[in-house]
Every structure is written in structure tokens, then in C-alpha cells.
Nanobody
Framework: QVQLVESGGGLVQAGGSLRLSCEAS????????MGWFRRAPGKEREYVAS????????DYLNSVKGRFTITMNNAKNTVYLQMDSLTPQDTAIYYC??????????WGRGTQVTVSS
């Protein structure tokens, strides 16, 4: 059974930083990728960032480029999201996701990130 477990969310002031972690168990995602999505209050879920398993290529939502950094420890089957210069607009539930095809098939339960002004 595949499980993705997020940690590291919390409350932070605007301008601050948080580091999210997501540990996967049950399988690896060779040939695929791991990533982060978020759902802000009253909004649809949106893609935030991803990293490919094989060569570590990264991709980001435009509004987080230069502020968020996604990394992965393949040996630990863990992906991280370093979030700097946080703004209240980053407040959301952040979800870890993984895929082995083009479809994001595996999801964590989410971790709350709240940025106060």
C-alpha cells in the first residue's frame, strides 16, 4: 500500500519560511515524479512544484518561482519543499503527490500552512 505522509506545516509570519517534507512508503517512483499541490480557502487545488525521480528536473508555479525550492532524497523516498518569503496568499493546505505515469495517482492527506500578515 502506497502512503505519502506530509509534515512541516504550521503558522508563520509574512516573510518567514517553512520546510515541508513528504515521505513515501510502499513503492518508489522511478520514471515518474513527486510534487506539491495546494488548496487555498475557497479556491481550487493548484499545482505548486514537481521534481522528476530520474534526473531531478524541477518545475514551479510562476508565483512561487524564486521563493520555493523542491528537492528530493531518493534514498529516503522523501521530497521536500523549502518555502521562503512567504505571503498570506500562500496560505493553503499543501498536498504531496506522486506519479509514475502522466497522472498524479498518489496523494497525501495534506498539511496546513498559514501565513499571517
Amino acid at each position: 500500500q502506497v502512503q505519502l505522509v506530509e509534515s512541516g506545516g504550521g503558522l508563520v509570519q509574512a516573510g518567514g519560511s517553512l520546510r515541508l517534507s513528504c515521505e513515501a512508503s510502499g513503492r518508489t517512483f522511478d520514471g515518474g515524479a513527486m510534487g506539491w499541490f495546494r488548496r487555498a480557502p475557497g479556491k481550487e487545488r493548484e499545482y505548486v512544484a514537481s521534481i522528476t525521480w530520474y534526473d531531478g528536473r524541477t518545475d514551479y508555479l510562476n508565483s512561487v518561482k524564486g521563493r520555493f525550492t523542491i528537492t528530493m532524497n531518493n534514498a529516503k523516498n522523501t521530497v521536500y519543499l523549502q518555502m521562503d518569503s512567504l505571503t498570506p496568499q500562500d496560505t493553503a493546505i499543501y498536498y504531496c503527490a506522486a506519479r509514475t505515469t502522466l497522472t498524479w495517482s498518489y496523494w497525501g492527506r495534506g498539511t496546513q500552512v498559514t501565513v499571517s500578515s
